[in-house]
């Protein structure tokens, strides 16, 4: 799948693109059937939510579940991101689920992610990409990510880890940076029906509120970064940045639907 020149030039001004029915129902039936079975697994890829036990973030799925090891292979996300980043040697950095559940899913504070890369895993550029796709309706109500259009452009923000506000650590940007960055063009809720996929960069700012509605969101997310630009540090789990760094390669186009019907 190739991004239009109108696309690429969004990408480059705002730093996110939301694509609307990148996946059919049926594969984002496919893809949700495991979830079930993977989330009920106790594993420190399994990170819960401090107050309800639920499962926050589903990481390493690609090594977990064959449809998963598919997914991160997925002609329609990586072809758009080679074609980003001019590159089609890119390694698979993280792979996961986001889950947000009915009335208790906690927040994504502010932050971007090159943050965390770089600080925690030496990632030398901020290049990566994060690939998303929506695995549920997501609405105003239940969690959506929110994105500051251009925000990347000022290149990477003052960050400081936070490892209290939920059970998931993450390098955060203060709220000052955040009102500094907003005033200039305000905040974009990442909405769309299940199936719509997100690509966003390392650099741009992003977080999601809690969903105190009565609906579910799950969000699958597959971050890639060029090989040229790996990490240099190992200090983190092999689930939260990857240690392989061989070229990924796409799959065909029916990779899903060829998984359930072999
Ligand atoms: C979220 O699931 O709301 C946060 C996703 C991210 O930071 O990539
Ligand atoms: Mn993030």
Redesign the pocket.
């Known amino acids: 799948m190739r991004l239009a020149p109108d696309q690429l030039e969004r990408f480059d001004s705002d730093g996110f693109l939301i694509l609307p029915e990148l996946f059919t129902a049926e594969e984002v039936g496919i893809l949700c059937a495991e979830l079930d079975t993977l989330f009920a697994e106790d594993c420190p890829q399994n990170f819960r939510e401090t107050e309800s036990g639920d499962v926050r973030t589903a990481m390493g799925l690609h090594l977990r579940n064959t449809i998963y090891a598919r997914m991160v292979r997925h002609p329609r996300l990586l072809e758009p991101a080679m074609q980003i980043l001019g590159d089609d040697r890119l390694y698979i950095q993280q792979v996961k689920v986001n889950a947000k559940v009915a009335y208790s899913g906690e927040v994504?504070q502010w932050?971007?992610?090159f943050a965390?890369h770089h600080n925690e895993d030496g990632v030398p550029e901020p290049l990566a990409l994060?690939l998303h796709v929506l695995l549920d309706d997501v609405s105003e109500f239940n969690g959506p990510l929110w994105f500051i259009p251009g925000s990347h452009k000022g290149g990477p923000a003052p960050a400081e880890l936070d490892t209290t506000t939920t059970s998931y650590p993450?390098w955060c940007v203060e709220n000052d940076t955040v009102s500094t960055l907003a005033a200039k063009r305000g905040i974009v809720s990442a909405k769309g029906p299940a199936g719509t996929a997100l690509i966003f960069g390392d650099c741009l700012l992003?977080?999601s509120p809690p969903n105190m509605s009565p609906w579910n969101r799950r969000i699958y997310s597959l971050i890639v970064n060029p090989i040229t630009n790996a990490y240099t540090k190992e200090l983190r789990a092999d689930h939260l940045h990857h240690r392989g760094i061989s070229p990924v390669t796409p799959l065909d186009d029916d990779c899903l639907l060829s998984a359930v019907a072999a």
Do not use: A, E, S
């Open positions: 994504w932050h971007y992610d965390t994060n993450l992003h977080g």
